[in-house]
């Protein structure tokens, strides 16, 4: 395993050129390389602003970066992501990149951004299905990998392998939530065929119950950087509190390359000195009918069993605004004989009056259940938000967006008065 550093940041920005120097993170690149950049932005919010920290890469991060190679003699640097399209809320990568000031990056070094969503992909084969993966980060002489220490409630942690899930076109990042295959093994997958140079995960802030903006951030102040994306992984998973052998991805990678789970030689700040523990699932209710939230605003009588790996990030972030909408609209009234579904495996038991069906997958895989009542479809791949309002509204749902704001607004009062959150890290220098 390569060498892994971790260097405290402290909002001095040189930190982040040394925690590269310390891995000799550049000694594989040539001036002339064509350099591919991949932050986390894995979505978008240009309707309720959201706290960024821990889900989407800083600015500051991406900065440095550029200006590390622009000063080794690279023009040729890109930077590439494939955020999540959802037009009910304007998250798409342009929005991201907007967003997140990367035009003044583009203006200052000349650096190029790229939509994978917009395409060319490559169909890369491995051997029991194909992923269409974006030629840019397929064909670039450098990838530098730029993720988030972030906790993800399916695989655990996303770090570096889980970030290069952004280089596929929409419809594989779907399929890579399979009935049959587990995300975990999508991912291992992945990892071999796209090989960062350089790994550099951005700890400044850590994510808990992530990936999206209702996860828990905390200031961890970390840089951590290897050539190894495996070795940086490992580090951040332990770093984040995990034995990596608890990883599916980690675990099958260190398998099929005949690899240890144990961190090799770390630089810098000693892993077991800022270890931040961070919890990664949502709690469901033991009877599994809804998230424990349903029992602290009073909710019965709705089964809304938890999601599964299934449900891709699209539907995953708004079945958060489902349930938000729910319990907007049902505190403490009860209310009985409604269920909610939603992904590829789940099938109803029946006992419910209406059976809500979210999304294009729930819909698909309950079209023959005989022991449904009334079937609702929520349609959508997913669904949009308007249309997830407008359908419960019809069936006497008073589903409300007011509670949506009202909960975003929350979520921004988590980090209020907190010197240590620093918004300014997700601008670009003045
Ligand atoms: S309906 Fe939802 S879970 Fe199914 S493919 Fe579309 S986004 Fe994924």
Redesign the pocket.
């Given at each position: 395993m390569d060498k892994v550093s971790v260097i405290r940041f402290n909002n001095v920005r040189e930190n982040i050129a040394r925690a590269v120097e310390q891995v000799n993170g550049l000694a594989s690149l040539r001036p002339s390389d064509h350099i591919l950049l991949k932050p986390n932005l894995v979505m978008w919010d240009n309707v309720y602003p959201f706290p960024k920290y821990g889900v989407l890469t800083s600015t500051v991060l991406m900065e440095e970066m550029v200006r590390l190679l622009s000063d080794y003699g690279c023009t040729k640097i890109s930077i590439g992501e494939g955020s999540i399209i959802d037009r009910g809320f304007g998250s798409d990568t342009k929005a991201a990149f907007a967003g997140l000031g990367y035009h003044k990056l583009r203006e200052k070094y000349g650096v190029k951004l790229i939509d994978f969503n917009d395409g060319p992909f490559t169909s890369v084969d491995f051997n029991e299905f194909s992923l269409d993966i974006s030629a840019h980060a397929l064909e670039t002489d450098f990838f530098v990998n730029l993720p988030v220490l972030k906790t993800h409630n399916s695989t655990k942690v996303s770090l570096g392998f889980k970030n290069l899930k952004g280089c596929l076109a929409t419809r594989s990042k779907?399929f890579c939530?399979h009935v049959e295959r587990t995300l975990d093994d999508f991912i291992c997958h992945i990892g071999e065929k796209i090989r960062p140079a350089l790994t550099v995960i951005d700890g400044i802030y850590a994510l808990e119950k992530g990936p999206v903006i209702n996860g828990r951030a905390y200031r961890t102040d970390l840089i951590i950087a290897s050539r190894d994306m495996f070795a940086a992984d490992v580090t951040g998973a332990r770093i984040l509190g995990f034995d990596p052998a608890e990883i599916g991805y980690l675990r099958e990678y260190a398998n099929r390359h005949s690899l240890s789970l144990h961190s090799g030689e770390t630089v810098g700040e000693k892993v077991d000195d800022v270890v931040c523990k961070l919890q990664w699932d949502w709690t469901w209710l033991e009877d599994n009918s809804g998230p424990e939230a349903f029992a602290r605003q009073g909710i019965t009588g709705i089964h809304f069993p938890k999601y599964d790996n299934?449900?891709?990030s699209?539907?995953s972030y708004l079945n958060n605004y489902l349930l938000v909408t729910l319990m907007g609209a049902y505190a403490n009234k009860p209310v009985a004989g409604i269920e909610f579904l939603?992904?590829?495996n789940c099938r109803s038991q029946g006992g419910a009056d209406k059976t809500f069906l979210f999304?294009?997958?729930?819909i698909h895989a309950n079209k023959e259940n005989p022991v449904i009542k009334e079937a609702v479809p929520i349609r959508?791949?997913?669904p949009d938000k308007d249309k997830i309002i407008s359908v419960l509204r019809e069936h006497g749902i008073e589903a409300d967006e007011n509670a949506y704001t009202a909960y975003r607004a929350g979520l921004f009062k988590r980090y209020e008065g907190r010197a240590d959150f620093q918004e300014d890290h997700f601008n670009p220098s003045k």
């Open positions: 779907m939530h299934t449900i891709c699209g539907c939603g992904g590829k999304g294009k997958c729930a959508g791949c997913p």
